[in-house]
């Protein structure tokens, strides 16, 4: 689960990745692991942003496609995309991701406000932005990932 932001400035551990041409970042206390592709199996009536679950050392463990989950065009799933296990709630959830680019390290006064602009579902989701290097950064709020009536029978 993550931390509420604060206005203090003590520093933050955060995990980047891409999703097409977008970055975005979680915390990395909610990242338990970064592995490769491996082919989900199919639910049936899951949702189209679930691709399926995978054998995690023996646990099921459901996988995310992190693109169709924010609204943009997924994509078929290659051996160059990978699967960041996270822990959301008292579930552990693989998100699909294109890449992981980054590990950064800031301070939570660098977090920029999501713009009013966004939309509601842009606003459940981002939690805020960060400017690094020239690009903004999405920080993502892993707590709606999974609605709660799906994390139950997930």
């Known amino acids: 689960m993550n931390e509420p932001l604060t206005n203090g400035a003590e520093g933050r551990e955060l995990i980047a990745f891409r999703v097409g041409q977008q970055e975005f970042c979680v915390n990395i206390m909610a990242v338990r692991e970064i592995r490769g592709w491996t082919a ?25 496609d992190f693109a169709v989950r924010l ?31 980054d590990i950064l390290t800031l301070n939570d006064n660098a977090i920029q406000p999501t713009p009013d602009v966004a939309s509601d579902l842009v606003k459940a989701f981002v939690r805020g932005l960060l400017p ?12 709606h990932i999974l609605p709660a009536d799906e994390r139950q029978a997930a």
Do not use: E, F, K, W
């Open 132 to 143: 690094v290097d020239g690009r903004m950064i999405s920080l993502i709020s892993l707590d």
């Open 71 to 101: 609204g943009l065009p997924g994509s078929a799933p290659t051996a160059r995309h990978v699967i960041i296990v996270t822990q959301i709630h008292n579930q552990q959830v693989g998100l699909l991701v294109d890449a992981v680019s």
């Open 40 to 64: 989900a199996t199919a639910l049936p009536q899951a949702p189209r942003y679930i691709c399926g679950v995978i054998n995690l050392r023996g646990a099921v463990l459901p996988i995310v």
